[in-house]
């Protein structure tokens, strides 16, 4: 990532990860369509390079939506015993949609965090 010379107001990275948004700016989209990152901000031209999220946010997608959608699957079909063909048309659509919204913010939220704290991979001073 190169020096960031521009004067820009000070974003809260919450704010930017949840509405998906240029950590640098708030107002350029990060993502050029539903998960992949653009190359550079739209409004501010923040490169992007900087940018990698891994696995992280994947993981905490699996557990939370997983514990959501089995724990209400389960209070359901204690609660009120449907038939399995219902089961699958309520839960696996609400799986899938929730963890690929979840998936968007959390990633986003992740890359936002990464340029607040000028994250880099780690390096091993030889010097």
Same mark, same amino acid.
């Given at each position: 990532?190169?020096?960031?010379?521009?004067?820009?107001?000070?974003?809260?990275?919450?704010?930017?990860?949840?509405?998906?948004?240029?950590?640098?700016?708030?107002?350029?989209?990060?993502?050029?369509?539903?998960?992949?990152?653009?190359?550079?901000?739209?409004?501010?031209?923040?490169?992007?390079?900087?940018?990698?999220?891994?696995?992280? =946010?994947?993981?905490?997608?699996?557990? +939370?939506?997983?514990? %959501?959608? #089995? $724990? &209400?699957? *389960? /209070?359901?079909?204690?609660?009120?015993?449907? =038939?399995?063909?219902?089961?699958?048309? +309520?839960?696996?659509? %609400?799986? #899938? $949609? &929730?963890? *690929? /919204?979840?998936?968007?913010?959390?990633?986003?939220?992740?890359?936002?965090?990464?340029?607040?704290?000028?994250?880099?991979?780690?390096?091993?001073?030889?010097?």
């Amino acid at each position: 990532m190169t020096e960031d010379k521009a004067h820009y107001a000070p974003v809260d990275p919450v704010k930017a990860g949840i509405a998906c948004r240029c950590p640098r700016c708030g107002q350029g989209r990060l993502f050029d369509g539903l998960l992949k990152v653009r190359p550079a901000c739209s409004n501010c031209g923040l490169d992007y390079s900087f940018a990698d999220a891994g696995d992280g =946010p994947a993981v905490f997608v699996i557990m +939370i939506i997983g514990f %959501l959608v #089995v $724990g &209400l699957a *389960l /209070w359901v079909e204690v609660s009120y015993s449907p =038939p399995l063909w219902l089961h699958l048309v +309520i839960w696996i659509p %609400l799986a #899938v $949609g &929730l963890s *690929l /919204w979840l998936l968007r913010v959390l990633k986003s939220l992740l890359i936002a965090l990464q340029y607040r704290n000028n994250a880099r991979q780690g390096e091993i001073d030889r010097g």
